[in-house]
């Protein structure tokens, strides 16, 4: 049990382009997801955390009209990179909690902006 | 804030060889405190976890980690490595509202 999916697992798209990325908790309702991005060889930073039904709270630093959150059912998220640039390549990782004491980690997403 | 440090960015070890994950944490009170194992293709699997009580937590895949409040740190170990152990390690700690923070990762490699 508790197995979250991502898809696509790999994407490259051209600069100016949006892309969107899809985290599903195939087992259980997530009442929350969170959205992380990891640069090659470094940690994982959190990108925002979404609650079903409401609007997702970014972390500091992070462009919330660049990185589009919905999360519009207790099984789906989505992360939408507007008008991606190649500053925005990187991997990015959903997670989806339905007790907050444990998060369950998608394989990740692999986004390369040409 | 909460932070945690890994000190070691890569270990090498044999196989059949025991095998510790240094992490140092950052915290008045005592800490919400995770391990987890990253291997390509694959999700973030969580390997134990430290809320209270018992200072050594046993975790899956054979594993284990110790709560030192005197040192701080939270420490992962394993007797006997397998090949299958090859991956990136994760310590983590998490926030009062339940926001996980990472440290850098420690990449493990297993050598015949």
């Known amino acids: 049990g508790a197995v979250v999916s991502q898809h696509p697992s790999w994407v490259i798209c051209k600069s100016g382009t949006s892309v969107k990325i899809e985290c599903r908790s195939l087992d259980f309702q997530a009442t929350t997801m969170f959205w992380y991005r990891q640069f090659p060889k470094q940690s994982l930073m959190l990108m925002a955390t979404?609650?079903?039904?409401?609007?997702?709270?970014?972390e500091q630093g992070v462009e919330k009209d660049k990185f589009l959150i919905n999360h519009a059912s207790l099984t789906l998220s989505t992360l939408t990179v507007t008008s991606a640039h190649p500053e925005d390549s990187s991997f990015y990782i959903c997670?989806?909690?339905?007790?907050?004491?444990?998060?369950?980690f998608g394989p990740g997403t692999r986004l390369t902006v040409l | 804030a909460q932070s945690v440090t890994q000190p070691d960015i890569h270990i090498t070890v044999s196989e059949g060889a025991s095998l510790e994950l240094r992490c140092n944490y950052s915290?008045?009170?005592?800490?919400?405190l995770f391990w987890y194992v990253q291997s390509p293709g694959q999700g973030l699997q969580l390997l134990l976890k430290?809320?209270?009580?018992?200072?050594l937590v046993q975790g899956i895949k054979g594993f284990e980690a110790e709560f030192k409040r005197s040192q701080s740190s939270f420490n992962l170990r394993k007797p006997s490595v397998h090949w299958s152990d090859a991956a990136e390690y994760f310590c983590?700690?998490?926030?009062?509202?339940?926001?996980?923070?990472f440290g850098a990762g420690t990449t493990v490699t297993v050598r015949a």
């Open positions: 915290y008045g009170a005592t800490p919400y």
């Open positions: 430290y809320f209270s009580g018992d200072t």
């Open positions: 979404s609650n079903e039904g409401s609007k997702a709270t970014y």
């Open positions: 997670s989806a909690s339905r007790t907050l004491n444990e998060q369950f």
């Open positions: 983590a700690t998490r926030s009062n509202d339940y926001k996980l923070s």
